[in-house]
């Protein structure tokens, strides 16, 4: 069993623990008793995780009130869920001494987050993800959220969990699909901040993609120490935390153009190889950095580049609408060499003309 | 005009100012731009308060986006109202560079006070307070909420403002019932933390009565140096803070009971009677205090009785439901002096036992 320590100052205690081990979620129950004895757990999970057995083996024998998101994914992630899941809190009597679990992928631990973050002005979330994107990256950080019939994440909070829980043995059951695009997230954490992680990665492509837990312990590990020390420093993204968008600046609107038909990994593997060529164009790149990612890319088996059906003007449009954007264009985060942010005048995220972006998304 | 600082550091900067004066309302939106320059200001108020006058007084000639809530008053206050401010926002492409501006009373700065902790991840709020209550209470300490469905304040943040704003003139069209109710507030600043200000109002009460505004500026700041010293303590109410919850633990219950037909400084003078009364049984009574207290609220014309048709019974299962209630039943803040909340081994809300509560119910 490995841990690592997150210390954000504002959370009462101090920090948060970050407990990883294979076969641990059936000791989630006792574990989280002994740490929280005055909170009444809550429960809140998806039809896909209670179908893999997942919510049997966290709950055990034990009473747990419990809240079931319908249908899984994305399309669920409303605010009339969360708005649902505190009215279910009320009319099972819980109070400010309630503490919520939140177990499932990167969709769960958002709308738990947020529902924990709002229900009578917060009560502590627990995140136990089950899947390799929620792993390596949505479980920490605290960042939550839910979409308005409007727009995505309109509704949202910075909501630290009070601890995570990381079983890798729950991504066995994950679609290959599905396991092989929450990857990205890891290479993207070697790419921004650790060469050596990155070239743990490569060296041991084949024993992540055959699930073995040891590796999967260890890339769990190397993913909560560098998003963690990046949130230590910037836990409500003023700066810094913005080197972890690396890649979502372009992923995010490739994402929203295939109609979301790209899981979240994918267009993000996408969105890191357009920067691989801004990069190239703003003369950032050394050697053949660019082709050492795709080659990588290509043995996960994820997306190098857009489909043809979707148009750089579309993509253009989605930039300048961008969460992120100031007077209707985003800035992009970069990297100068592998395990390396590019930082300008003290920013993470710099400016990039919309000319540069437009030839790259012409070639990608 | 007058300012003070309340210091609370997890804010960004370290605290925020509340400047109060006579007259202020029309110069708000120049101090705010010059103090958020960077920030693209978003309107949230009332009917009631576009009807006074006060939104053409602070907005001018200026261009704003702008959610009016109808109607006013506490109908409103729910989590329906606001999603609609929120996809408002988005509609007029707001972002995360807005300053969400509440102009109102306390139901307007609860709401809009959520709606900006939740928007895109939180976005600051400005407060306006345009009441008595608002003034003395609600739009200084960074409480927000609303009600869902089931019960009131199912939804909330702490979200501490920006900036304060008293414009001790816009009192002066309030209808007189809601004006003296918000007085109840200060009242209760005075009975635990300050005998000097208590004793001021007692003097003043007629100036006080009379609107006049140099009393007020006087009140106004007394309130802010209060409530700010205690929220700077213990900002998320962890234990000191409950304190401000004077008279409120009954008083919430009268309120409920009484159909909200009370506003609710009035509730508060009966729940505040109603401590006096338990604070005799307790044996926590000096002098006739409780009697020059009911003097006050006599010459403030609040209630200082339940109606007749509340029966004990009734107010005895609200207390049970309590949303501060652990196990079944509240605790209670009481003073043993003017000026002195009774603590009881280092707690500033203490056990009183059912019967005691009862019997004061009795007599109220």
């Known amino acids: 069993m490995l841990c690592h320590e997150v210390k954000i100052p504002p959370t009462p205690g101090g920090?948060?623990?970050?407990?990883?081990?294979?076969?641990?979620l059936p000791t989630v129950w006792e574990r989280m008793r002994a740490d929280f004895a005055a909170s009444t757990p809550f429960v809140v999970t998806d039809e896909d995780v209670v179908a893999a057995g997942h919510l049997s083996r966290l709950v055990g024998a034990n009473e747990a009130?419990?809240?079931?998101?319908?249908?899984?994914?994305?399309?669920?992630?409303?605010?009339?869920?969360?708005?649902?899941?505190?009215?279910?809190?009320?009319?099972?009597f819980l109070g400010r001494d309630s503490i919520v679990l939140a177990l499932g992928g990167g969709t769960v631990g958002?709308?738990?987050g947020f529902a924990a973050a709002v229900f009578k002005r917060g009560v502590p979330v627990v995140q136990i993800p089950t899947t390799t994107l929620a792993q390596a990256d949505s479980a920490v950080g605290g960042k939550t959220g839910v979409d308005s019939s409007v727009s995505k994440n309109a509704f949202g909070a910075f909501w630290h969990p009070?601890?995570?829980?990381?079983?890798?043995?729950?991504?066995?059951?994950?679609?290959?699909?599905?396991?092989?695009?929450?990857?990205?997230?890891?290479?993207?954490?070697?790419?921004?901040?650790?060469s050596s992680y990155f070239e743990l990665i490569e060296a041991n492509i084949d024993a992540i993609l055959a699930r073995d837990t040891g590796a999967l312990e260890q890339i769990a590990?190397?993913?909560?120490?560098?998003?963690?020390?990046?949130?230590?420093?910037?836990?409500?993204?003023?700066?810094?935390?913005?080197?972890?968008?690396?890649?979502?600046?372009?992923?995010?609107?490739?994402?929203?153009?295939?109609?979301?038909?790209?899981?979240?990994?994918?267009a993000v593997a996408v969105g890191i190889v357009a920067a691989g060529l801004i990069e190239a164009e703003m003369g950032l790149a050394n050697g053949d950095r660019l082709g050492r990612i795709r080659a990588l890319f290509e043995r996960l088996g994820v997306p190098r580049a857009k489909s043809g059906g979707i148009r750089p003007s579309e993509l253009m449009d989605l930039l300048r609408h961008d969460k992120k954007a100031v007077h209707g264009w985003?800035?992009?985060?970069?990297?100068?060499?592998?395990?390396?942010?590019?930082?300008?005048?003290?920013a993470y995220a710099v400016d990039v003309p919309p000319e540069i972006v437009n030839s790259v998304l012409e070639r990608l």
């Open 65 to 92: 009130a419990c809240f079931v998101i319908r249908p899984s994914g994305e399309k669920s992630k409303t605010v009339d869920t969360a708005v649902a899941i505190v009215e279910t809190m009320e009319k099972a």
């Open 330 to 346: 985003p800035k992009f985060v970069l990297i100068e060499g592998i395990g390396q942010v590019y930082v300008r005048n003290g």
């Open 221 to 266: 590990l190397a993913n909560c120490r560098i998003k963690g020390a990046v949130v230590e420093a910037d836990p409500t993204e003023r700066n810094q935390r913005r080197m972890l968008n690396y890649g979502h600046t372009i992923g995010h609107a490739v994402e929203a153009a295939s109609g979301y038909g790209l899981l979240h990994g994918e």
């Open 15 to 24: 920090g948060y623990r970050i407990t990883i081990g294979t076969g641990l």
């Open 110 to 112: 958002d709308i738990a």
């Open 162 to 194: 009070a601890a995570v829980y990381i079983d890798v043995a729950t991504v066995k059951t994950l679609d290959e699909r599905q396991y092989r695009a929450g990857i990205v997230e890891s290479i993207k954490h070697g790419l921004i901040a650790d």
